[in-house]
């Protein structure tokens, strides 16, 4: 299975994890079987509106089951939910520290996983 | 990362006012960067005595451009366009109207011939500075330009990574005035967010309406009442409503020309104000530290 | 005559001064229409000055997306092409979020399941009604929108008829240089720009002025408000574009009171009757001499 993580830099897995959702500078996809992953450049930081929406698309598109950053917006939440992706906040570090605080289970819950949106929200 | 938002609904209140003593007083004790959300009107710079650092163009626009090599003549584009966007002269020659043109594409997907293409302008520029209050993140959007929310975002996203990367735990951010897509983009991530007002009618009718934007997004809100005295019964009312709507009222500050005359040195009116308007804003300052780290 | 009354920075007293030259005009001018149509839909003032009685209200809608979830596959095509973020496709299901839409069409008619549909969705509401003599429109933007110009554009193609040759029409923009101000100077004959002799005042008057330079040439004239010792800041800026000043508010206590009150100016101060009434014969007069160089 496979977790995104938000970062505001590519050094791999020694980057800086960003706590922004929506506008960050990289999104990390680390598969957590084998232990490859890929760093991309983040589509959503320049839309003019909805960047989280496009931000929680694009993980979704990803085949992403849970994404690491910081607070979500009410719309980026929805999108997340409705496809049961879970969601966590990281308290700084690296891709790599939170990786295994992800591992650990250390890493405080935004979303659980495969839980179908709350109502309520937008 | 605290962000506390300064908006009024109605322009005029006070809001660069307050905002610039906030950052005044706010910086002796907490390392700040400072943003001016009004990308329309940004005034701030001009009671911080900025030194510009780093100027950055701005590019979100973008409109849709015919190719008239390609094109058929169709009028599909006129067609599908809601914007009135979609010129035809006498020649049956389209022209995109770029004053018009909202750059949603729709034109561009409805091509039959693909002669529609997307064009990026740049419609503003946001800088980076150092005044002694903290960095200051501004911009500048070009007259007549649209997107203005965009460039709000942009500059705030620039202001908290600054932050961050600077171990900088405060974000005081200047908003604009209104209730639309610049005071949307200038709520999204904040904590607080102060409304300043005035006790006119005009004033309370804003305030209720930006306090509903603010609540759109579930941020809190606090009162401040300046030009208090001015009309003694609708500062009563809107201590009513503030009291019946349970938003605390930071701070009320008097009609006084010399809160005028201070401000038209150029800096922070905390600068040159003694008692007791000094500590009137003081006090505001206070009650809003208090409510971000309680 | 269209007379568009702008800014650039909030709270220079655009509503005070359009709103008493509409009042005056329609006073003293009986056999001509004369409208005050206050175009600031995010947070429209007007009226509180004036206390119209409607008789007729329009709804603004435009018509946006719905989605048939049964119909719907998935495919994610309306996604790709939505220019405002405002579609998601997540668990088999298409997500619509309203406050980014646009209404411009295109995931409705690119669907290639025809699973989205269209339906008209408020974004705005329009009034109309007298004040007296006075005809009087306005627009507000429903909250949780974030686009002015559709409601702006809607108001004017309702009331104001561009040509009804002896109509005064009285534009009261929103403040700012952005769209909406566009929208609402767009058609007019002249533009008045309210401005206040301080550093805020003047930086936003420059914006103002160049907006009008760039996108309009209108024929255009200046009132200082809240005027005084410091008014040489705006002359001379005045002066270096040749835009005459012409009229000036002084700075007094007694006037932002009775504003602060909802009552007009020349209400509480009649001898200001004249001054307004001289300012709308310089704008007449200024209109056709830029219409004799042309």
């Keep these: 299975m496979k977790i995104a993580i938000s970062l505001d830099e590519n050094k791999g897995l020694d980057s800086q994890a960003s706590n922004i959702f929506g506008r960050c500078n990289y999104y990390l996809v680390f598969n957590v079987e084998d232990e490859t992953f890929t760093i991309e450049e983040n589509p959503a930081k320049s839309a003019s509106g909805g960047a989280g929406i496009q931000a929680a698309q694009w993980i979704i598109n990803q085949e992403a089951e849970a994404v690491v950053s910081g607070n979500l917006g009410p719309k980026a939440y929805d999108v997340l939910a409705a496809g049961k992706i879970a969601a966590y906040r990281h308290n700084g570090g690296t891709a790599q520290e939170i990786i295994k605080a992800y591992k650990e289970e250390k890493l405080e819950c935004l979303l659980e996983p495969n839980v179908d949106a709350h109502s309520g929200l937008n | 990362m605290k962000e506390v938002l300064i908006i009024s609904g109605k322009g005029g209140t006070g809001k660069t006012t307050v905002s610039a003593a906030l950052a005044d007083l706010a910086s002796k004790s907490h390392a700040l960067v400072l943003v001016d959300a009004d990308v329309d009107a940004a005034n701030l710079e001009l009671l911080l005595e900025p030194t510009h650092e780093e100027t950055f163009p701005f590019r979100s626009a973008h409109v849709a451009v015919i190719d008239q090599d390609l094109c058929i003549q169709c009028g599909i584009c006129e067609e599908v366009c809601r914007f009135d966007a979609v010129r035809r002269d006498e020649n049956d020659t389209f022209r995109i109207d770029p004053s018009y043109c909202e750059g949603c594409l729709a034109c561009l997907h409805a091509c039959p011939s693909d002669a529609i293409q997307k064009m990026q302008h740049q419609n503003g520029e946001w800088y980076r500075s150092k005044t002694t209050y903290g960095t200051l993140f501004h911009a500048n959007l070009y007259p007549g330009e649209e997107n203005s929310g965009k460039l709000v975002s942009q500059i705030k996203t620039d202001a908290r990574e600054f932050a961050e990367a600077k171990d900088v735990h405060f974000l005081l951010i200047d908003g604009p005035p209104g209730i639309g897509c610049p005071v949307t983009a200038a709520c999204t991530g904040a904590d607080l967010a102060v409304i300043v007002t005035e006790p006119t009618m005009t004033g309370f009718h804003d305030m209720r309406r930006v306090k509903a934007v603010a609540e759109h997004f579930r941020i809190p809100t606090q009162l401040v009442i300046n030009k208090c005295d001015l009309n003694l019964s609708v500062q009563q009312e809107m201590l009513k409503y503030a009291a019946e709507e349970k938003m605390h009222v930071a701070g009320m500050i008097p009609y006084d020309e010399a809160i005028m005359h201070a401000q038209a040195e150029g800096k922070p009116v905390t600068q040159s104000l003694r008692e007791p308007y000094f500590d009137l804003f003081q006090d505001l300052w206070l009650a809003i530290e208090k409510a971000i780290y309680e | ?294």
């Excluded at chain 3, 006075?134 to 809607?154: E, K, N």
């Excluded at chain 3, 550093?199 to 009132?223: C, M, R, T, Y």
């Excluded at chain 3, 932002?256 to 007449?284: C, D, H, M």
């Design chain 3, 1 to 294: 005559m269209v007379i568009t009354i702008a800014s650039g920075k909030g709270g220079t007293g655009k509503t005070t001064v359009a709103s008493n030259l509409a009042y005056v005009l329609a006073q003293t001018q009986k056999d001509a229409e004369t409208w005050l149509i206050d175009c600031d839909v995010e947070a429209p003032n007007a009226a509180l000055f004036l206390d119209p009685v409607y008789d007729s209200e329009q709804k603004v809608e435009r018509l946006l997306p719905v989605i048939d979830q049964e119909a719907c596959t998935a495919c994610g095509v309306c996604v790709e092409i939505c220019t405002y973020n405002a579609l998601a496709v997540a668990g088999g299901k298409t997500l619509f979020f309203k406050e980014l839409c646009h209404a411009c069409g295109s995931c409705a008619r690119n669907c290639p399941e025809g699973a989205i549909s269209e339906r008209p969705e408020e974004i705005g509401k329009l009034q109309k009604g007298m004040s007296g003599d006075l005809h009087f429109a306005h627009g507000a933007l429903t909250i949780g929108f974030s686009s002015p110009p559709p409601v702006i554009r809607d108001l004017k193609k309702w009331v104001l008829d561009p040509s009804a040759e002896t109509t005064t029409y009285f534009l009261d923009a929103s403040p700012g240089t952005s769209c909406p101000v566009v929208e609402t100077m767009r058609g007019s004959d002249f533009a008045l720009l309210v401005t206040e002799p301080t550093p805020f005042g003047l930086h936003d008057l420059k914006l103002v002025a160049e907006l009008n330079e760039k996108e309009f040439q209108l024929p255009s004239g200046i009132v200082i408000n809240k005027s005084g010792r410091n008014d040489a800041i705006i002359e001379s800026f005045a002066a270096q574009k040749g835009i005459p000043i012409l009229m000036r508010i002084p700075l007094s206590r007694e006037i932002a009171e009775s504003y602060s009150a909802g009552k007009l100016l020349v209400e509480t101060q009649p001898q200001y009757t004249q001054k307004f009434t001289n300012v709308i014969a310089q704008i007449r007069s200024l209109i056709q001499t830029k219409g004799a160089i042309q």
